[in-house]
């Protein structure tokens, strides 16, 4: 041990031993704390859907909040590709495209659902359930039911109130994070604080290979 030191120090100089040793510490202080360097992930958009339950035939249901249809899996594949390409085109994030891919498949199933108001008539329309006296406000029952149209008001919602998504994508928030945060934000339900848990647990479900990596990470 002490001839290879004694081989080390002329070779580096003391000063670069030291540098050497510190660089060393950080690298063991970063792995313990779970702070890892990024590394950029490439992400098959089709192939995660086709292996996804989206890639699934929907049963028609029925409940308290409203209609699902009966929506065959081509379908569904379209229209959870419809999302991931108008979010794209509007220059944002991957990430935050397949966040609210996750908010569209928890609200609708990907479907042209409708939703319940207190009266029993449909209020809420679409991928992501666009309410009439919300997001939808102004629109048509068959403009809201349009899987693009539907998508590019959404895409309005978020550059309005998105900037929570900016901020979290930036600092390096995992695509589940950024799904609950999408919930709470834009999607905005009566529990809005539990839509963080559900919605980030809901992207797991859904993409379990990618939800917790670092969204600022994935690149298509």
């Known amino acids: 041990m002490g001839e290879c030191m004694n081989f080390v120090v002329p070779a580096l100089g003391v000063a670069g031993l ?41 049963p028609k249901s ?9 929506t065959s899996a081509n379908v569904r594949v379209r229209n959870a590709n419809i999302v991931l390409r108008e979010f ?38 679409g991928l992501f359930q666009l309410n009439i006296y919300g997001a939808g406000r102004g629109m048509s029952a068959e403009e809201m ?8 008001r959404i895409i309005e919602d978020y550059n309005k109130n998105g900037q929570p998504l900016v901020d979290a994508y930036k600092a390096g928030s995992s695509v589940a994070t950024l799904s609950g945060l999408f919930g709470k934000y834009i999607e905005r339900p009566s529990d809005r604080e539990g839509a963080l848990t559900k919605r980030a647990n809901y992207a797991r479900q859904l993409f379990p290979t990618i939800a917790d990596l670092p969204g600022k990470d994935l690149y298509e």
Do not use: H, M, W
């Open 18 to 58: 030291v540098a050497l040793v510190f660089s060393s510490q950080k690298a063991t202080a970063k792995a313990k704390s779970g702070v890892l360097s990024s590394t950029p992930v490439r992400v098959d958009t089709s192939e995660l859907i086709k292996k996804s339950s989206i890639n699934r035939n929907q």
């Open 62 to 70: 029925e409940n308290s909040k409203g209609l699902v249809p009966k």
């Open 88 to 125: 794209d085109a509007a220059g944002i994030p991957l990430a935050i495209g397949l966040a609210a891919l996750v908010n569209a498949c928890y609200e609708s199933r990907l479907t042209a659902a409708l939703g319940d108001s207190s009266s029993g008539k449909p209020a809420s329309f």
């Open 145 to 152: 039911l349009d899987p693009k149209t539907n998508t590019k």
